[in-house]
């Protein structure tokens, strides 16, 4: 496998690029997408056998179970980012080790229904929130670690929005290329 085709499979839809002017009409769309992310992946999983969800999405990469267990993490984390962005004063956030986090015991071998129906009540929970924001609450931000980086809410959902779709494509691109 060539590193252009590594690369393709790793990043299916691209790297996030926030644009320089968010929209409501851009919050509008990423809010969607986090809404219709559960039902997307459930979509796409629940008809796999257990085999199939221990087939890594590309090489050297995490098992589909991994991978969805890592999206309720991931997005975990991203709900507790906009509560304290929204509540404190530029808050400085705690990064987590997803790699590390995606090599523990439930990652490998809980049911993926648990993360499944958390997603669902995650996003059903960030979808409200998201939806009564104000302009100004938009504007908030918090600090990650990694580079002192300050992030506002209005860009995190957008982060997120990718996230979710960048992780859906690569289930999608494996299920397509396993023709399951």
């Known amino acids: 496998m060539t590193e252009q085709e590594l690369e393709q499979l790793k990043y299916p839809i691209g790297k996030f690029e926030c644009p320089e002017l968010i929209t409501e009409a851009q919050i509008d769309k990423w809010i969607l997408d986090l809404q219709l992310l559960p039902e997307r992946i459930q979509a796409l999983v629940t008809s796999l056998t257990s085999e199939q969800l221990e087939t890594p999405y590309r090489p050297e990469g ?3 179970r991994q991978l969805i267990h890592h999206i309720a993490d ?8 906009f509560k304290w962005a ?3 004063d530029e808050p400085l956030i705690k990064a987590y080790e997803e790699k590390e986090w995606s090599s523990l015991f439930d990652a490998r071998t809980a049911p993926i229904i648990l993360s499944l129906n958390y997603l669902v009540a995650l996003h059903a929970k960030l979808v409200y929130l998201l939806k009564g924001l104000s302009a100004t609450d938009l504007k908030k931000v918090y600090v990650h670690p990694e580079g002192n980086v300050r992030v506002s809410v209005a860009e995190n959902i957008g982060k997120y929005a990718w996230h ?7 289930i999608r691109g494996l299920v397509t290329r396993m023709d399951w």
């Open 86 to 88: 929204l509540s404190e």
């Open 74 to 81: 991931s997005h975990h984390h991203s709900y507790t980012r």
């Open 164 to 170: 979710g779709n960048h992780h859906l494509a690569q």
């Open 62 to 64: 995490w098992s589909l």
